[in-house]
């Protein structure tokens, strides 16, 4: 099920301040990621996004805990790893995620993963295509989701 931001306040951003940031890395595919995530953003009415573009996937961690450390709600990252000949993807992939995971848990801010992990390039443009499938918008749509949620936690 699809959630439309206009029909579930969960996914208004207004009043959060979000962070978004974008590895350069395979940018033909990484901007249309940005784009998604930013249509979503202004059409929730995040009250502040901050993005910062960074050289790949690997710097996703430590531009995240910055952001995160610096007092934004949740932090959206995007970045696009694409298997090739050699075990570079496995590792980058991998320690992408796990430093994105270790941020969140170590900094209690929500870190939508937005890494794009495939094997075919067609793969990464078809899901940073316009649109409601765009992952860009689905991963700043989950930030937002997360950031309420444990808004939702502390209220109550």
């Known amino acids: 099920m699809r959630i439309d931001a206009r029909d579930d306040g969960l996914t ?12 350069m890395f395979n940018e033909q595919i990484t901007s249309g990621l940005k784009a998604g995530a930013l249509e979503f953003l202004k059409e929730s009415g995040a009250t502040e996004v901050r993005v910062v573009d960074v050289p790949g996937a690997f710097e996703l ?25 050699t075990d570079h993807y496995e590792h980058v992939a991998h320690r992408a995620s796990e430093g994105l995971m270790r941020v969140q848990l170590d900094t209690g801010v929500p870190i939508a993963f937005g890494i794009l992990t495939v094997r075919d390039v067609h793969a990464a443009v078809a899901r940073s295509q316009p649109g409601p499938e765009n992952k860009g918008r689905e991963a700043a749509m989950t930030a937002v989701q997360a950031a309420r949620a444990l808004e939702e936690m502390r209220i109550t």
């Open 61 to 85: 961690p430590l531009f995240a805990q910055r952001l995160a450390r610096a007092g934004y709600d949740a932090v959206v990252c995007l970045g696009t790893v694409i298997e090739g000949d």
């Open 12 to 23: 208004s951003a207004e009043g959060l301040r979000i962070g978004v940031v974008v590895a």
